[in-house]
């Protein structure tokens, strides 16, 4: 996917003042670089992209969680229990599971789309790789084998494609594992905190 015809960042350069190219250097090269690699790997990369966004914004979203809010609700849960005059009966019990339950819940609020994103992630790049053999076939086809520059850009498509979503996929696979056992670390814990009695 190209980019627009006329786009501001097209040509920044040419605007004749210094000061203001100095401001738009760090802006747009980095710009220019991710849509020079997207572009390398097909329409694909940029689904990719886009699964990667989702997942590092629940990968934040989740050390936000357990850094700032979930001490908090977890004090607020042992309060909760402390103050309770009966542990013994069987409500208190039911209710002590209800607290247990609850924070349960919050911490594995984020954790499915983590486990949908690990192995999304490469069949997207699997994608890529079909529609960039696909582009390769074509080109043997309309070439009669003869352009190997044609079949070089179909071969890069697919090994970009490819290669994007096992990166997604294997920082996804990180920080899920080190999540989920973080959640059972915390779920175990939470049974000595609050004593059934």
Not at 38 to 61: K, M
Not at 170 to 188: H, W
């Amino acid at each position: 996917m190209s980019r627009l015809p006329g786009c501001w960042l097209d040509n920044w350069k040419q605007w004749g003042n210094p000061v203001l190219s100095l401001l738009m250097e760090p802006i747009v090269v980095p710009y220019e670089t991710l849509n020079e690699f997207l572009d390398s790997g097909g329409w694909v990369t940029r689904w990719i992209l886009f699964a990667c966004c989702v997942l590092i914004t629940v990968v934040l979203e989740r050390a936000w969680f357990l850094l700032k809010v979930y001490p908090r609700l977890r004090a607020e849960a042992l309060a909760e229990w402390s103050g309770r005059v009966d542990r013994h009966s069987w409500a208190a019990q039911r209710i002590r599971l209800a607290l247990i339950s609850q924070l349960r819940a919050a911490l594995e609020s984020g954790l499915p789309v983590i486990r949908v994103m690990v192995p999304m992630a490469p069949l997207l790049g699997l994608l890529g790789t079909v529609m960039g053999m696909l582009q390769v076939f074509d080109a043997m086809a309309f070439t009669r084998g003869g352009d190997t520059r044609a079949m070089a850009d179909g071969i890069s498509h697919a090994m970009v494609a490819t290669m994007a979503g096992l990166v997604v996929s294997v920082i996804g696979l990180f920080f899920g594992n080190i999540f989920t056992s973080r959640v059972q670390g915390e779920t175990e814990r939470l049974n000595d905190l609050i004593p059934p009695a």
